[in-house]
């Protein structure tokens, strides 16, 4: 696994603004789901990709079929796809967004191929993190155990 330092990390989630999830589920058990939904209730703009559910509205943005229906800029490109399936999406992201600052690959999403592209253009890669569990952990979020459960118990 990649080493990232929690300065970078901060660094990438204090910077951005604008988020493209790509690959974003409408069912709220999945990780897809909930990942968007916190960091559009974090203060990032969320746009959802994913053409299966293209023209639903999730979060209060319409869902996008793919990057190229996004007209606004965006700072960072959140994957949550297979690993082979990487490198058209960040080439597409690239092409679209001249302003990206940042490729994001969830956990368990890695292609050297797709982030040595990013970093030609000088766009930053974090891979195989979730961008939820870096905000909590670096920002002083994270509770019992390690999980943000939301529960403050009076016996702490």
């Given amino acids: 696994m990649q080493e990232y330092s929690d300065e970078f990390l ?14 974003v ?13 916190y960091l559009g209730l974090k203060g990032y703009r969320v746009i959802p990709v994913n053409p299966g559910h293209a023209g639903a509205t999730l979060f209060g943005e319409t869902v996008r079929g793919s990057l190229g229906e ?10 949550f796809r297979r690993s082979e399936a990487v490198p058209p999406i960040v080439e597409e992201a690239l092409n679209v967004f001249p302003h990206l600052k940042t490729v994001w690959m969830q956990i368990g999403v890695e292609n050297a ?17 979730c961008p939820k569990i ?23």
């Avoid at 069912?27 to 909930?34: E, F, G, I, K």
């Avoid at 996004?70 to 994957?79: F, G, H, Q, T, Y």
Wanted: no cysteine; hydrophobic share 45%.
């Fill in 134 to 156: 870096e905000y909590q952990r670096l920002f002083g979020e994270l509770r019992m155990g390690g999980f943000a459960t939301g529960i403050i118990s009076s016996k702490l």
């Fill in 10 to 23: 901060k660094q990438v989630l204090t910077r951005t603004k604008v988020i493209a999830v790509v690959g």
């Fill in 113 to 129: 191929e797709a982030a040595a592209m990013a970093r030609a253009r000088g766009v930053d890669v974090v891979q195989n993190r």
């Fill in 70 to 79: 996004i007209e606004e800029p965006v700072d960072m490109l959140d994957i």
């Fill in 25 to 37: 589920s409408l069912n709220p058990v999945r990780p897809s789901y909930y990942v968007a939904r």
